[in-house]
Structures are given as C-alpha cells and as structure tokens.
C-alpha cells in the first residue's frame, strides 16, 4: 500500500545533541511537509518542499533544517534540541493541481531529556 | 491572529447521537476544507473535504460549508464510542499552497 513512512517512531534525545528525523513516502508526492504538534495544539508548519524548492516558514526557528535528498525521502535536522522542541513531529504529503488533502504520517515522538 | 478557530470541547454526546463540530475561518483566500481525526498519540487521519458551498456527505458524516459565513461543520450521525477523538479542520489555499489547522475538538461518545 502507498504510505508516509517516518522513523523512529519515538526518538529520546539529550538537550543539545542533534537529531535527525526521517520520512519517506512511495505515494510519489511531489509536495512534503513539516509539522510540529504539541498537546492539545494545532499542527504548526515548519517548512515544506514543492519539489526540490524549500519554503521556510518565517517564524519556525534556525535550530531546524530540513533535507530532501529525493523525492521520496526527507529529512528534519534539530541542531540543538531544547525542552520546548519535545513535541510529535509530523510529516505529510500532497500533490499539486489535487484537492490540496495532505496525507500524514504515523508522527515521531520526540523527548528531550 | 488565528486563522482557523475551533471550539476546543470537550463536546460529550451519547451512543447514537448526532455530534456536530465547527469551524470558522478567517481567511477568504481559502478554497478548501478538510476535516481529520486525530486519536490520542496518533496522526491526523482524513475523514473528508469539501470545497463547495453546501453539504456533502460520506457515510455517517455530513460536511457542510458557507462561504459567505466563512463557516465549516462536521455532523457525525449515529456517533459510536470509536468516533472518541480530537477533530481537526483545516483550510487550504490553491494560491500559496497553504494549509492551516485549528486546535482542534475533543469530542467524547459515551456508550
């Protein structure tokens, strides 16, 4: 079945040590997406990727950076993790000229101790 | 400024019952809506969307939209204690590819 595949589905990181989460999807999205969701929140954008061009949001922070090697993965970076940065991390796909539905992954959680 | 608000809940309705969900919006640059389920711990998963003035419906839902009243509902007929989850509704723009969310709402069917 075509699928959004993220891992590890749980991450334990230290404060400071970077983490890299991943994604891949054999929907053949040309459209990915980063969320982070805390509880009882929204999912907030983070970036996407139309293709290989990267749109940042303008207030997600320089601590996270995002890497699409190819159209089926990618990647989010956290530099140095913070408390705050503990939340799931979500990521999506879609296509252009569609309806605009995004399809999500399962989500990683991740703590920082 | 929140762009997509949502009633936060919890809404608590028994076995059975209709449940209905809102949503209202203030971008007008918006052209569709989504509403997903999201269970506890889990990802957003899609329920439907809906694009056109008026009501659409897919099994027990019912999505209904006003644009002029920048308005989105979701009705959940014969609600089931599995229907337990936060709803999230969302808006899309074509122009600029952007999707926003609400906070979504707790809802709770009790058997």
């Known amino acids: 079945d075509a699928m959004v595949i993220q891992n590890p589905r749980y991450q334990v990181t230290q404060f ?65 993790p913070g408390l705050g940065d503990a939340a799931m991390y979500l990521c999506a796909t879609s296509t252009t000229g569609g309806s605009g539905t995004q399809y999500f992954g399962p989500g990683t959680r991740l703590l920082v101790l | 400024q929140k762009e997509v608000e949502q009633n936060s809940g919890p809404l608590s309705v028994p076995e059975g019952a209709i449940a209905s969900l809102n949503c209202t919006y203030s971008d007008r640059g918006s052209q569709s809506f989504f509403w997903y389920r999201q269970y506890s711990g889990k990802s957003p998963e899609l329920i439907m969307f809906i694009y056109s003035n008026g009501d659409k419906e897919d099994g027990r839902f019912t999505a209904q939209l006003n644009k002029a009243s920048q308005y989105v509902s979701l009705l959940i007929r014969d609600s089931q204690p599995s229907d337990s989850a936060t709803y999230l509704c969302a808006g899309y723009s074509y122009n600029n590819n952007d999707m926003r969310f609400g906070a979504g709402t707790r809802l709770t069917v009790k058997p």
């Open chain 1, 16 to 80: 400071g040590k970077p983490v890299t989460l991943s994604c891949s999807q054999t929907l053949n999205h040309n459209v990915m997406y980063w969320y982070q969701q805390k509880s009882s929140q929204a999912p907030k954008l983070l970036f996407h990727y139309y293709d290989k061009d990267f749109n940042n949001e303008a207030d997600t922070p320089d601590n996270f950076q995002s890497r699409r090697p190819n159209t089926s993965f990618c990647f989010l970076d956290i530099r140095s």
